[in-house]
């Protein structure tokens, strides 16, 4: 097989470069394979994070010829392996070293957001049409590939008054599980900055888990904000009949 | 001189994979101080990406199903040698751990009237496990993670465990470096748990994430601890065997669960001329019959496909073997012909996205090639059924690195529920133990200036071999001389080779700053793996027999002399190992009863008993 440039971005948080690998690639190879064997033969110390090669656990985000994707995930036959191929870390977050990126804002901001809160008595019976949604946005592996794109974070850095695509997702999984009895659209429209996101859907494009994140979280969780504080009338009615928000819960919500 | 950050804890939990989170949640619970360490980011343990689900006797799906069938299942599927108590304490508690992840959030696949679902797997006598599609692992980690974030667990992440410290044969905490800026932590414990998951990456062909390179069997063999059953190491029939560079990806039992079928280069189902003897007249013996169970006969036997997967991984072993495999090594695996497309998207869709994405594969047009991969250890440090103490003060273990519950091979979805059970246990008797010492925090200062040394060397040393090279060689002489098959002549090589790569492991050398070195990393697990490694091939020398995930190509047959003997690992007081036969704690009369029972029906649960 052929030999492929890599063209691979190599530095720390003070700065860095791009770097040429010539490599010899084999049929079936990833782009995850190729800095595995740079690693392993021409640059033992160039890092990068993995765990499970498969597309599951989500470690290994990078930007290849430009595009945020799952280094495990990107075979090499849909690249153009006649040009150099770049991979450079997610230019949303600080490098820490060459691919490894400081995601520790994502772990900072998921503290943010009001935990599971059950109805109380409940009996736990919930039919699958009831949780396929949120099933949906818990196949969420946290790749912070969205969190990535979204111009919001990437552009204009807004790290302060935005959540991002992928806490927009957990809340609206918390938001729709039948079960819970929280509110979370206070938390929403202030700190989470909801109203920054102008649906671009940039996210949803990337998700390697293929999560409607704009269509099916951020849009409804949006519409719910505006019905809570700018449409009292049709508010109070939605909780009235809103099946989430079950009676009993106003009566106690302490005992479980 | 190399200085270092200091943590003090009532427990310090080692690993956050679910065992790991259980055990902090469980000792948080019990008012201990609590930090965890984990080599990885937070929720990217190996347990996430366990897929097809975690076994519990709900009877949701069949009331007939109960504990003492689960108790059953295990044992049988165990060969007998699990340790009968830490099986009871596991099948009678395990439904109450399913449902309590429920409550803190886990969402469940739902049967029709709204409760948790569950489905077949090999080895279980009926629908038994909980799932979440084919991401069971990642629902399970993502509860555990947010529930502890919720009670404000104390996480250092990316940072590596190297050594444990002791003080007078106690464990008192641990030296790690973290991975990031590759500076030294020294934490003070008053208790230490081990959660540090398996040893698969000790193998070339593997489903285990990076992690698994058996760091815990060898920190804790190293303060003293014994291991058990380390031969036991489980051979996963369905692995992905194309392309090469994916070999070894698991394909979730789920998918024969799912009603999926084995066949080889000549269209047969192979599975119906290999069912052993012990499970005789409990499968189903033709395709008609097969095909009726899928279609939801109760009348009918399940299909051999759901054999233990020791039975199946060598079955596949003898078609390839004898010349009836496919193209790249494997056997067929088809489930496109067996269930609508809908259906297979619906149930399984990480793996219809797996070799969509790495194999340019359809799943729902066509059978997937598989093969054997290396995928969980029996084995493991051990342990106290009811505390999960280890034989040295302060220290516990669970999960993957705790032995004792599989006995010689593990049932498919055995493991997540063990994670649960036993990470609580050993959590709540952590807490408990540390809260009775209450003296000053005691560590030696000379043994942590040692281990830094120790742990620096690579880079004084510009004349030692590459880490990646020597690690490479370790997994590449594993997967031949103490891999699926094993005989006598291969495994003393294999402890020749092991002695060689011991001594190069300490002759390393590794260059470029210590942030992020992942060449450094390497040098560093590698003297933990050897180590591990010599466990196995010492154990798997002992035993001169075949049972469970342990096969002698000398021996082919199970020893009714091996049958109720664990091997113990123990280290000699100058570093050497040594294997010791002891026999199993006897079973009660009762609980022989329950799991000799021939027939299911003498377990059905008496209403009011
Ligand atoms: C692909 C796949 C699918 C599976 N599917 C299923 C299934 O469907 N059902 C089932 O029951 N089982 C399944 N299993 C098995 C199951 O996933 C594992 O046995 C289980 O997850 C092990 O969990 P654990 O908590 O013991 O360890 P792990 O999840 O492996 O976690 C280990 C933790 O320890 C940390 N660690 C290790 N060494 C050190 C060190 N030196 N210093 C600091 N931290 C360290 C790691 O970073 C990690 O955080 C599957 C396994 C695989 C590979
Ligand atoms: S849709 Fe919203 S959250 Fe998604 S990328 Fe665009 S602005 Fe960001
Ligand atoms: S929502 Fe999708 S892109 Fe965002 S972190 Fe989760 S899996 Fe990644
Ligand atoms: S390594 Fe797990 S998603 Fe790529």
Request: with cysteine; charged share 25%.
């Amino acid at each position: 097989m052929p030999n492929v440039t890599f063209r691979v971005f190599r530095g720390d948080r003070q700065g860095g470069e791009l770097k040429d690998y010539s490599v010899e690639v084999q049929e079936g190879m990833v782009v995850l394979d190729v800095i595995h064997k740079i690693q392993a033969e021409q640059a033992p110390d160039l890092a990068c994070r993995w765990n499970c090669k498969a597309g599951k656990c989500g470690s290994c985000g990078a930007e290849v010829n430009g595009k945020p994707t799952l280094m495990c995930m990107t075979r090499l036959d849909t690249l153009d392996t006649s040009k150099p191929v770049t991979v450079r870390p997610l230019k949303t977050f600080p490098v820490i070293r060459d691919l490894v990126t400081d995601v520790k804002w994502n772990y900072e901001v998921n503290k943010k957001i009001k935990p599971f809160t059950p109805a109380p008595n409940t009996d736990w019976i919930m039919y699958q049409e009831d949780v396929d949604r949120v099933q949906e946005f818990r196949k969420c592996i946290e790749c912070f590939l969205c969190q990535n794109v979204c111009h919001v974070l990437r552009e204009h850095n807004e790290k302060t008054g935005f959540i991002g695509p992928r806490f927009l997702v957990r809340t609206a999984s918390l938001e729709m599980h039948p079960l819970d009895v929280e509110n979370r659209l206070d938390m929403l429209k202030n700190e989470g900055g909801i109203g920054y996101c102008n649906i671009t859907k940039c996210c949803t494009e990337v998700c390697p888990e293929h999560i409607r994140i704009t269509d099916n979280a951020i849009i409804p969780l949006k519409e719910r904000v505006v019905d809570e504080y700018y449409d009292p009338v049709l508010s109070f009615f939605r909780r009235l009949f809103s099946s989430k928000k079950r009676p009993e819960a106003a009566q106690s919500a302490a005992d479980d | 001189m190399e200085s270092y950050t200091v943590h003090d804890y009532d427990v310090l939990v080692i690993g956050a994979g679910g065992a790991g989170l259980r055990a902090a949640i469980a000792a948080i619970e019990k008012g201990a101080r609590v930090g965890v360490v984990t080599k990885s980011l937070l929720g990217k343990a190996h347990t996430v990406m366990a897929e097809g689900g975690m076994a519990a006797a709900l009877g949701n799906v069949r009331p007939e199903d109960n504990w003492k069938v689960h108790f059953r299942d295990t044992l049988k599927g165990g060969g007998m040698l699990n340790n009968w108590k830490m099986v009871l304490n596991y099948t009678k508690e395990a439904p109450e751990r399913v449902r309590e992840l429920e409550r803190w959030g886990a969402v469940f696949d739902r049967t029709p009237d709204g409760r948790i679902n569950q489905r077949n797997f090999g080895g279980h006598s009926y629908p038994r496990l909980a799932h979440v599609g084919d991401r069971t692992g990642l629902e399970l980690i993502r509860t555990l993670q947010d529930h502890a974030v919720k009670l404000g667990i104390h996480a250092h992440m990316e940072t590596t465990i190297y050594r444990l410290l002791t003080d007078a044969g106690r464990v008192v905490g641990a030296l790690g470096f973290s991975r990031q800026t590759g500076e030294f932590l020294v934490f003070r414990a008053r208790a230490v748990v081990l959660a540090t998951g398996g040893l698969g990456r000790i193998y070339q062909i593997t489903s285990n994430s990076w992690e698994c390179t058996g760091d815990g069997f060898s920190l804790a063999s190293m303060v003293g601890a014994d291991l058990i059953d380390m031969e036991f190491i489980q051979f996963h029939p369905t692995g992905m065997v194309w392309p090469p560079s994916v070999m070894g990806i698991l394909v979730t039992e789920g998918v024969r669960g799912e009603g999926g079928v084995l066949k080889n280069s000549l269209g047969r189902r192979f599975m119906f001329d290999n069912i052993p003897e012990r499970y005789k007249g409990e499968f189903a013996e033709t395709e008609e019959e097969a095909e009726r169970w899928l279609q939801g006969d109760r009348s009918a036997r399940r299909p051999p496909e759901l054999l233990t997967r020791d039975v199946v991984a060598r079955a596949i072993r003898k078609e390839v073997n004898e010349g009836r495999g496919s193209p790249h090594g494997g056997v067929y695996l088809d489930i496109a012909s067996r269930r609508p497309a809908d259906y297979i998207k619906k149930k399984l869709p990480s793996m219809y996205h797996q070799f969509m994405k790495l194999g340019n594969l359809d799943i729902t047009k066509e059978p997937m090639e598989v093969g054997p991969t290396c995928h969980y250890v029996m084995g493991g440090v051990r342990v106290d059924p009811d505390t999960q103490a280890t034989n040295v003060p302060g220290l516990y273990a669970a999960g993957e690195v705790a032995g004792g519950l599989h006995g010689a091979n593990r049932l498919g979805g055995n493991s997540l529920s063990d994670l649960v059970v036993f990470g609580r246990r050993a959590g709540m008797a952590a807490a408990e133990y540390a809260a009775q010492q209450t003296g000053p925090f005691q560590v030696d200062e000379a043994q942590i200036r040692a281990y830094i040394a120790e742990a620096l060397q690579p880079f004084n040393n510009p004349q030692g071999e590459n880490p990646f090279a020597l690690m490479k060689e370790l997994r590449a002489s594993m997967q031949k001389n103490a891999g699926i098959m094993r005989e006598e002549s291969e495994l003393k090589a294999q402890l020749d080779i092991l002695a060689d790569l011991k001594r190069r492991a300490w002759n390393t050398s590794v260059s470029g700053s210590r942030a992020y070195n992942p060449g450094w990393h390497t040098a560093l697990d590698i003297r933990l793996m050897v180590e591990v490694s010599e466990a196995v091939v010492l154990a798997a020398l002992a035993r001169k027999e075949s049972r469970g995930g342990h096969a002698r190509l000398d021996y082919p047959d199970p020893d009714p002399n091996f049958a109720r003997i664990n091997h113990v690992i123990r280290r000699n007081p100058d570093g050497s190992l040594s294997v010791v036969a002891e026999p199993l704690p006897e079973m009660p009369e009762d609980l022989r009863r329950i799991a000799e029972a021939k027939d299911l029906s003498e377990l059905s649960e008496k209403v009011g008993a």
